[in-house]
Antibody, heavy 117, light 109 residues
């Protein structure tokens, strides 16, 4: 079964850090562009970051560059998002998604990140 | 930065009716880079259409996409009960690399 499963979300205070993980199965992870997309409560979708198959290209939404880092481990079929200096506005469900044809065809169920003071 | 606008914000229709959703870009874009998603409450988005008009795997043929330049349309030919959801268009571009529209909610009249 083709699947993406996120983990690592939770409650964190402003200024804190969190590392999200996404475990892939059922497809060739090492051949796939991978992405993080987030959705604040009751809001729309926002693309966060993308990583090339071999990790040689990284792309970020400008507003998050410098605070968030996307990475991957193809040996473990896993995608990561390191989030630092977290702010209230980073509160959202974070989805990992496979990129193909300039779109996202496989999505995880999401992991909730809540920044609270 | 290219901005996507979706209209209407909410579309109230009955099962069996035709739904026409609009996505407009602030400047001309390649139709190869326009996609549509469906999202139901508490669920992840699902890819419906990529390249403006190509249906994703497993998507019923009542869903169709069209358009070019700045104006794109998602059409649901006959609404089924499971089609009531929020629909987003998405563009691949330069900065940011991917942009989503604000969404259109299709609800039951």
């Amino acid at each position: 079964e083709v699947q993406l499963v996120e983990s690592g979300g939770g409650l964190v205070q402003p200024g804190g850090s969190l590392r999200l993980s996404c475990a892939a199965s059922g497809f060739t992870f090492s051949s796939s562009w991978m992405n993080w997309v987030r959705q604040a409560p009751g809001k729309g979708l926002e693309w966060v970051a993308q990583i090339k198959q071999d990790g040689s290209e990284l792309h970020y939404v400008d507003s998050l560059r410098g605070r968030f880092t996307i990475s991957r481990d193809n040996a473990k079929n896993s995608l990561y998002l390191q989030m630092n200096s977290l702010r209230a506005e980073d509160t959202a469900v974070y989805y990992c998604a496979r990129g193909i044809n300039k779109s996202f065809d496989i999505w995880g169920q999401g992991t909730m990140v809540t920044i609270f003071s | 930065e290219i901005v996507l606008t979706q209209s209407p914000g909410t579309l109230s229709l009955s099962p069996g009716e035709r739904a026409t959703l609009s996505c407009r870009a602030s400047q001309s874009v390649s139709s190869r880079y326009l996609a549509w998603y469906q999202q139901k409450p508490g669920q992840a988005p699902r890819l419906l259409i990529y390249g403006a008009s190509s249906r994703a795997t497993g998507i019923p043929d009542r869903f169709s996409g069209s358009g070019s330049g700045t104006d794109f349309t998602l059409t649901i030919s006959r609404l089924e009960p499971e089609d009531f959801a929020v629909y987003y268009c998405q563009l691949y571009g330069s900065s940011p690399l991917f942009t989503f529209g604000p969404g259109t909610k299709v609800d039951i009249k």
